[in-house]
């Protein structure tokens, strides 16, 4: 069990980095990303000459910040879940079920992560179609967003085995960020 929590203590160190930086960079994006859109209806209402490339840029940057974000989202239970079945299953085989349902998302993760891989590879053969950058830099947010999910995916089965064949305080669901919580009222 030492190994077992020295590993998670790690991968929970480099996730929770990762996220805090994704998280930042995501932000920047957004923000960009409305920039470019409140460019283009200026210049394409207010000037009656629309820009070729704001939204190319604004869809790139979309794809970024979903890329960026996911893995916190994935780490928190944010992602669309049917979770019925739980509350009908005794303590220990739910920790099973979400032990093999983890074990199968990673499976289907890695391969994700090496499509994203094949198709940023592929992504140097093309240019933007309004502005002159590499396809390759938008579809490098594929293996960032599902290599992200991969390590976090890793951080919460190590987790799940804990639970499984420890004391389940001992191994405590990550904490929730505050800062993505709607506030009580």
Partial sequence: MKILKFCLGWLELINAVMIR?????AWICVAAMVLCILLQVFCRYVLNNALPWPEEAARALMI???ALVAANAYRQGSFVAIDMLHGFLPPRATAVLKFFLLLISALVLIQLFSLGLEFFQRGFRTRAASF??????????????????????????????????????????????????????
Avoid: H, T
């Fill in 132 to 185: 002159n950058l590499s396809r390759a830099w938008i579809y490098l947010a594929m293996p960032v967003c599902f290599g992200s999910m991969l390590l976090v995916n890793a951080e919460l089965l190590l987790r799940e085995v804990g639970r499984l064949f420890g004391r389940k305080d001992e191994f405590p669901a990550p904490e929730l960020d505050a800062s993505s919580l709607p506030e009580a009222e």
């Fill in 64 to 66: 970024w910040m979903m």
């Fill in 21 to 25: 930086i994704g998280k930042s960079v």
